[in-house]
């Protein structure tokens, strides 16, 4: 694969980003698994945050396109 272009944004603005996720336009992922099958103990893997290409401009003070 090769790429043409990358996306660097900066300055992530709370206030846009908390707008976007009740607009739903941000979505949360909370990932935790079994430690081992059918055991009653997780393990968490974190909190992720999907945006789509299109809508991370808007999350961000600073935007370049490099490329």
């Known amino acids: 694969m090769t790429y043409t272009r990358a996306d660097c944004f900066e300055?992530?603005?709370l206030s846009a980003f908390i707008f976007e996720v009740h607009r739903g336009v941000v979505n949360i992922?909370?990932?935790a698994r079994e430690t081992e099958p059918g055991s009653k103990s997780l393990r968490n893997h974190g909190t992720k945050f999907r945006?789509?290409?299109d809508d991370m401009?808007?999350?961000?003070a600073k935007k370049e396109r490099l490329g």
């Not at 401009?57 to 961000?60: D, E, F, G, N, V």
């Open 57 to 60: 401009c808007r999350l961000y």
């Open 51 to 53: 945006v789509s290409p």
């Open 11 to 13: 300055d992530l603005q």
């Open 29 to 31: 992922d909370f990932d």
